[in-house]
Protein backbone atom coordinates (compact mmCIF):
# COMPACT_ATOMS: atom_id res chain seq x y z
CA UNK A 1 0.00 0.00 0.00
CA UNK A 2 1.04 3.35 -0.78
CA UNK A 3 -0.34 6.52 0.88
CA UNK A 4 0.78 10.15 0.41
CA UNK A 5 0.44 12.58 3.25
CA UNK A 6 0.67 16.39 2.13
CA UNK A 7 1.95 19.40 4.47
CA UNK A 8 -0.04 22.17 5.37
CA UNK A 9 -2.30 23.74 2.13
CA UNK A 10 -2.09 27.36 2.63
CA UNK A 11 -5.11 29.78 0.79
CA UNK A 12 -6.46 29.47 -2.03
CA UNK A 13 -3.71 29.06 -4.54
CA UNK A 14 -2.88 25.34 -2.18
CA UNK A 15 -6.77 24.72 -2.08
CA UNK A 16 -7.28 25.23 -5.80
CA UNK A 17 -3.70 23.35 -6.94
CA UNK A 18 -5.35 20.10 -5.03
CA UNK A 19 -8.69 20.53 -6.64
CA UNK A 20 -7.07 20.69 -9.93
CA UNK A 21 -4.25 18.03 -9.84
CA UNK A 22 -4.70 15.60 -6.42
CA UNK A 23 -7.40 13.52 -8.49
CA UNK A 24 -4.92 12.86 -11.63
CA UNK A 25 -1.63 13.00 -9.36
CA UNK A 26 -2.91 10.19 -7.09
CA UNK A 27 -3.37 7.62 -10.67
CA UNK A 28 0.28 8.81 -11.77
CA UNK A 29 1.78 7.78 -8.68
CA UNK A 30 -0.60 4.56 -7.61
CA UNK A 31 -1.22 6.50 -4.59
CA UNK A 32 -4.11 4.03 -2.24
CA UNK A 33 -5.08 6.56 0.45
CA UNK A 34 -4.00 10.27 1.32
CA UNK A 35 -3.79 12.25 4.56
CA UNK A 36 -3.68 16.42 4.33
CA UNK A 37 -3.21 18.70 7.00
CA UNK A 38 -5.77 21.49 6.23
CA UNK A 39 -5.49 23.80 9.24
CA UNK A 40 -4.30 26.65 6.67
CA UNK A 41 -6.62 26.06 3.99
CA UNK A 42 -9.09 29.48 4.50
CA UNK A 43 -8.91 32.06 1.89
CA UNK A 44 -7.20 34.15 4.99
CA UNK A 45 -4.76 31.65 5.67
CA UNK A 46 -5.81 30.41 8.93
CA UNK A 47 -8.01 27.89 9.79
CA UNK A 48 -10.49 26.14 7.35
CA UNK A 49 -14.32 25.61 6.49
CA UNK A 50 -16.90 22.91 5.91
CA UNK A 51 -16.83 23.31 2.33
CA UNK A 52 -13.19 22.96 1.80
CA UNK A 53 -13.24 19.80 3.79
CA UNK A 54 -15.80 18.34 1.47
CA UNK A 55 -13.74 20.06 -1.35
CA UNK A 56 -11.33 18.02 -0.61
CA UNK A 57 -12.81 14.37 0.11
CA UNK A 58 -14.08 14.69 -3.28
CA UNK A 59 -11.05 14.84 -4.62
CA UNK A 60 -9.15 11.95 -3.41
CA UNK A 61 -8.45 13.12 0.44
CA UNK A 62 -9.00 10.35 2.69
CA UNK A 63 -8.02 12.50 6.16
CA UNK A 64 -7.84 15.93 7.14
CA UNK A 65 -5.12 16.75 10.13
CA UNK A 66 -4.97 19.89 11.79
CA UNK A 67 -3.16 21.86 13.97
CA UNK A 68 -3.22 25.84 16.31
CA UNK A 69 -5.01 27.02 13.46
CA UNK A 70 -7.99 24.32 13.67
CA UNK A 71 -10.38 26.61 15.52
CA UNK A 72 -10.10 29.86 13.28
CA UNK A 73 -12.96 29.52 11.23
CA UNK A 74 -15.11 29.18 14.26
CA UNK A 75 -18.22 26.77 12.21
CA UNK A 76 -15.60 24.04 12.18
CA UNK A 77 -16.38 23.49 16.26
CA UNK A 78 -19.59 22.30 15.30
CA UNK A 79 -18.50 20.27 12.08
CA UNK A 80 -15.87 18.70 13.60
CA UNK A 81 -18.14 16.54 15.21
CA UNK A 82 -20.12 15.20 13.02
CA UNK A 83 -16.99 14.50 10.36
CA UNK A 84 -14.94 11.72 11.03
CA UNK A 85 -12.50 12.33 8.55
CA UNK A 86 -11.05 15.47 10.11
CA UNK A 87 -9.27 15.63 13.43
CA UNK A 88 -7.29 18.11 15.64
CA UNK A 89 -4.43 17.93 17.70
CA UNK A 90 -5.25 14.95 20.32
CA UNK A 91 -3.42 16.72 22.86
CA UNK A 92 -5.87 19.67 22.92
CA UNK A 93 -6.76 20.42 26.70
CA UNK A 94 -10.37 18.49 26.81
CA UNK A 95 -12.92 19.77 26.53
CA UNK A 96 -12.73 20.59 22.69
CA UNK A 97 -14.89 19.12 20.21
CA UNK A 98 -13.62 16.66 17.76
CA UNK A 99 -10.99 13.89 18.37
CA UNK A 100 -7.15 13.46 17.70
CA UNK A 101 -7.03 9.77 16.30
CA UNK A 102 -9.12 7.75 14.36
CA UNK A 103 -9.33 4.29 12.45
CA UNK A 104 -10.15 4.08 8.94
CA UNK A 105 -10.72 1.05 6.59
CA UNK A 106 -9.28 0.82 2.88
CA UNK A 107 -9.50 -2.05 0.69
CA UNK A 108 -9.68 -4.15 4.17
CA UNK A 109 -7.06 -2.88 5.48
CA UNK A 110 -6.54 -0.68 8.68
CA UNK A 111 -5.31 2.85 9.17
CA UNK A 112 -4.68 4.89 12.26
CA UNK A 113 -3.96 8.58 11.78
CA UNK A 114 -3.11 10.27 14.95
CA UNK A 115 -2.60 13.90 15.04
CA UNK A 116 -0.34 15.58 17.99
CA UNK A 117 0.68 18.36 18.70
CA UNK A 118 4.31 19.85 19.90
CA UNK A 119 5.12 22.02 23.43
CA UNK A 120 7.76 24.40 22.04
CA UNK A 121 7.02 27.60 20.98
CA UNK A 122 3.79 26.60 20.25
CA UNK A 123 -0.24 27.08 21.53
CA UNK A 124 -0.42 25.52 25.36
CA UNK A 125 -1.39 21.99 25.48
CA UNK A 126 -1.27 18.25 26.86
CA UNK A 127 2.41 17.14 27.24
CA UNK A 128 2.87 15.55 23.86
CA UNK A 129 5.28 13.27 24.61
CA UNK A 130 2.76 11.91 27.81
CA UNK A 131 -0.15 12.04 25.20
CA UNK A 132 1.84 9.49 22.95
CA UNK A 133 3.25 7.21 25.88
CA UNK A 134 -0.43 6.77 26.93
CA UNK A 135 -1.03 6.42 23.47
CA UNK A 136 1.39 3.62 22.32
CA UNK A 137 -0.08 1.67 25.55
CA UNK A 138 -3.52 2.00 24.60
CA UNK A 139 -2.74 0.90 20.31
CA UNK A 140 -0.67 -1.59 19.01
CA UNK A 141 0.79 -1.58 15.01
CA UNK A 142 -0.70 -4.76 13.85
CA UNK A 143 -2.95 -5.21 16.20
CA UNK A 144 -5.45 -2.31 16.49
CA UNK A 145 -4.60 -1.37 13.10
CA UNK A 146 -2.29 -2.43 9.92
CA UNK A 147 -0.59 1.05 9.62
CA UNK A 148 -0.15 4.31 11.51
CA UNK A 149 0.62 7.93 10.37
CA UNK A 150 1.30 10.44 12.79
CA UNK A 151 1.34 14.20 11.74
CA UNK A 152 3.17 15.95 14.85
CA UNK A 153 2.37 19.97 14.07
CA UNK A 154 5.53 21.64 15.99
CA UNK A 155 7.70 24.44 15.59
CA UNK A 156 11.01 22.75 16.09
CA UNK A 157 13.12 20.22 14.11
CA UNK A 158 14.33 18.80 17.67
CA UNK A 159 11.13 17.74 18.98
CA UNK A 160 10.04 16.65 16.28
CA UNK A 161 13.22 14.04 15.04
CA UNK A 162 12.39 12.77 19.03
CA UNK A 163 8.73 12.00 18.77
CA UNK A 164 9.74 10.44 15.77
CA UNK A 165 12.36 8.31 17.37
CA UNK A 166 9.92 7.72 20.11
CA UNK A 167 7.35 5.90 17.44
CA UNK A 168 10.38 4.39 15.05
CA UNK A 169 8.96 0.53 15.13
CA UNK A 170 5.39 1.53 16.49
CA UNK A 171 4.07 3.57 13.64
CA UNK A 172 4.31 3.44 9.52
CA UNK A 173 5.23 7.19 9.13
CA UNK A 174 6.13 10.24 11.63
CA UNK A 175 6.12 13.37 9.44
CA UNK A 176 5.97 16.80 10.72
CA UNK A 177 3.80 19.70 9.76
CA UNK A 178 3.61 23.66 10.68
CA UNK A 179 6.64 25.17 9.65
CA UNK A 180 5.71 25.40 5.71
CA UNK A 181 9.21 24.33 4.46
CA UNK A 182 9.82 20.90 3.68
CA UNK A 183 12.69 19.36 5.32
CA UNK A 184 15.52 17.22 3.37
CA UNK A 185 15.70 14.24 5.70
CA UNK A 186 12.99 11.74 4.76
CA UNK A 187 14.64 8.40 5.78
CA UNK A 188 13.20 4.83 7.50
CA UNK A 189 14.58 5.08 10.71
CA UNK A 190 16.29 1.70 12.39
CA UNK A 191 13.49 0.23 13.48
CA UNK A 192 11.45 0.87 10.61
CA UNK A 193 9.24 3.97 10.82
CA UNK A 194 9.35 6.25 7.95
CA UNK A 195 10.26 9.79 9.41
CA UNK A 196 10.40 13.54 7.51
CA UNK A 197 11.38 16.41 9.98
CA UNK A 198 8.61 18.97 8.06
CA UNK A 199 6.37 17.89 4.70
CA UNK A 200 6.37 21.61 4.31
CA UNK A 201 3.55 23.50 2.40
CA UNK A 202 0.85 22.89 -0.40
CA UNK A 203 1.00 26.61 -1.29
CA UNK A 204 2.96 29.44 -2.90
CA UNK A 205 6.50 29.41 -2.46
CA UNK A 206 7.44 33.00 -3.62
CA UNK A 207 6.16 33.71 -0.01
CA UNK A 208 7.09 34.27 3.50
CA UNK A 209 5.65 30.18 4.67
CA UNK A 210 2.65 31.18 2.38
CA UNK A 211 1.91 34.58 3.19
CA UNK A 212 2.48 37.88 1.14
CA UNK A 213 6.26 38.37 1.46
CA UNK A 214 5.79 42.28 0.95
CA UNK A 215 3.23 42.13 3.77
CA UNK A 216 5.49 39.34 5.96
CA UNK A 217 8.79 41.94 5.69
CA UNK A 218 6.80 44.69 6.61
CA UNK A 219 5.61 42.68 10.18
CA UNK A 220 9.31 42.16 10.90
CA UNK A 221 10.08 45.36 10.03
CA UNK A 222 7.54 46.71 12.93
CA UNK A 223 5.93 49.00 9.99
CA UNK A 224 2.12 48.90 9.09
CA UNK A 225 0.81 46.64 6.96
CA UNK A 226 -1.98 45.98 5.39
CA UNK A 227 -4.13 43.35 6.15
CA UNK A 228 -1.83 40.03 6.39
CA UNK A 229 -2.86 37.51 3.51
CA UNK A 230 -1.48 34.65 1.67
CA UNK A 231 0.17 34.73 -1.36
CA UNK A 232 -1.51 34.12 -4.68
CA UNK A 233 1.00 32.85 -7.04
CA UNK A 234 1.17 28.83 -8.54
CA UNK A 235 1.26 26.59 -5.74
CA UNK A 236 3.77 23.85 -5.35
CA UNK A 237 2.33 20.49 -3.34
CA UNK A 238 4.35 19.24 -0.87
CA UNK A 239 4.56 15.94 1.56
CA UNK A 240 5.86 12.55 1.25
CA UNK A 241 4.73 9.51 -0.01
CA UNK A 242 5.41 6.33 2.30
CA UNK A 243 5.70 2.23 0.89
CA UNK A 244 4.14 0.24 3.31
CA UNK A 245 4.85 -3.08 4.49
CA UNK A 246 1.00 -5.25 4.70
CA UNK A 247 3.09 -7.80 7.03
CA UNK A 248 4.94 -5.50 9.25
CA UNK A 249 3.01 -2.58 9.29
CA UNK A 250 6.33 -0.84 8.72
CA UNK A 251 7.86 1.12 5.75
CA UNK A 252 9.64 -0.32 3.38
CA UNK A 253 10.51 3.02 1.33
CA UNK A 254 9.90 6.63 1.98
CA UNK A 255 10.06 9.91 -0.74
CA UNK A 256 10.19 13.28 -1.07
CA UNK A 257 7.02 14.44 -2.88
CA UNK A 258 6.91 17.78 -4.86
CA UNK A 259 4.59 18.79 -7.47
CA UNK A 260 4.10 22.07 -9.35
CA UNK A 261 4.95 25.98 -8.28
CA UNK A 262 8.29 27.39 -7.33
CA UNK A 263 10.12 23.87 -6.08
CA UNK A 264 9.00 21.46 -8.41
CA UNK A 265 11.84 19.36 -9.48
CA UNK A 266 9.46 18.02 -12.78
FE1 LIG B 1 0.32 25.45 12.26
Aim: net charge neutral; aromatic share 10%; glycine share 10%.
Amino acid sequence: MRILFLGDVVGISGSSKIKENLLSQLKINKIDFVIVNAENADETGVGLTKEICEDFFKCGVDVITTGNHVWDQKDIMSFIDKENRLLRPKNLFEPAPGKGFEIYTTKNIKIGVLNLMGNVFMKKCDDVFETAKKFMGNYKLKEDYDFLIVDFHGEITSEKNAIGHYFDGKATLVVGTHTHIPTNDARVLNNGTAYQTDAGMCGDYDSVIGMNKINSINKFMKKDSIKHYPAKGEATLSGVIVDCNIETGLANKVYSYIFGGQLSKN
